[in-house]
């Protein structure tokens, strides 16, 4: 046999062993198993991460910045603290004009209302579900990959009282002055957003809701006679009892039973000689979905962005 007639058939046998190497391959990747057991079809549940964060006017203070190389050097803080901590939606507080160079640096969806709180998203937003005034609340309907829909709001609740700020603001006061000082007003505001959810849920039946922000409340399921050491009173704040009546679940306390204030606190990394506590919250309502995972970020380099810790919360679907 030639050289040359040698070397063709030697590279026809190469190339139908590949072919049959493959044909191999994929029939013993399409054949079911043979073990006596049926190969499972079932799916791992839906999963979807959320985050509330107060960012500090646009962002470690960008809303003042006059050189823009700064303001967006602050933005960019930001927007690596919401990368890194994987959300898929984000329930922005004090957005102030920094909210779509945000979301165009996450490749995320953004939906505003006023100037204060918006809304971020990785999946498509589907309908406006907002309630009560555009500076305090803004809602919208998100629908995740496989077309399951999750309604999520964020707030912002007025601060009458500087109860959980300045040092001295407790002296002498009692665990009922304390709650007659937290205020009618924020009461207000905080059921016209509920009554606002109720009426737009109903019209979006087995559609869950995540209601997260910063509340600027303390929170009743703190200030228990098991933390009485650490809080120095018993107090069932009115706020964030209000939301809990209406059939919400606080994802971080479900997540860490375990009072903690030092732990705990979202207010504030940047203060540290105010009063330290949680005033900022990822509720949920709705018996599709569950809290799984939850903590506090407030670590970041070279410092942290903002006033106020963020508050990262996982849920599956059941």
Not at 148 to 160: C, K, L
Not at 287 to 296: K, L, S, Y
């Amino acid at each position: 046999m030639r050289r040359a007639e040698a070397c063709e058939l030697a590279a026809y046998i190469v190339r139908r062993c590949n072919i049959l190497f493959l044909w191999i391959v994929a029939t013993t990747v399409a054949l079911p198993q043979c073990n006596g057991e049926e190969t499972s079809t079932t799916q791992p549940a839906a999963e979807f991460q959320v985050l509330a964060w107060n960012i500090w006017n646009g962002g470690d203070e960008a809303r003042y910045a006059e050189d823009e190389a700064v303001k967006r050097a602050k933005q960019r803080a930001i927007i690596d603290v919401i990368r890194a901590s994987g959300a898929d939606v984000v329930a922005l507080v004090e957005t102030y004009g920094s909210g779509e160079a945000i979301a165009a640096g996450l490749g995320f969806h953004f939906h505003p209302r006023g100037t204060n709180v918006s809304l971020l998203s990785r999946w498509p937003i589907v309908a406006d579900v907002s309630v009560y005034k555009p500076f305090n609340c803004v809602g919208a309907v998100v629908q995740l990959p496989d077309r399951r829909q999750v309604a999520v709001y964020a707030a912002w609740i007025h601060y009458v009282d500087d109860i959980w700020t300045d040092p001295r603001s407790r002296d002498g006061r009692s665990a009922a002055d304390l709650l007659a000082a937290d205020g009618e007003s924020r009461m207000v505001e905080t059921g016209a957003i509920l009554s606002g959810i109720d009426a737009e849920m109903a019209k979006r039946p087995g559609v869950p809701v995540i209601l997260a922000g910063d509340f600027n409340s303390n929170s009743h399921l703190d200030y228990v006679e098991a933390a009485r050491e650490q809080y120095g009173i018993v107090a069932a704040w009115p706020v964030t009892k209000l939301v809990a009546d209406a059939g919400f679940r606080d994802a971080y306390r479900v997540c860490r039973p375990r009072i903690d204030r030092a732990g705990d606190r979202t207010w504030s990394p940047r203060f540290p000689e105010q009063i330290q506590d949680r005033i900022d919250f990822i509720f949920w309502r709705g018996a599709q979905v569950g809290a799984v995972e939850a903590r506090r970020l407030d670590r970041a380099t070279p410092r942290w962005p903002s006033d106020h810790a963020a508050v990262w919360a996982k849920f599956r679907w059941e």
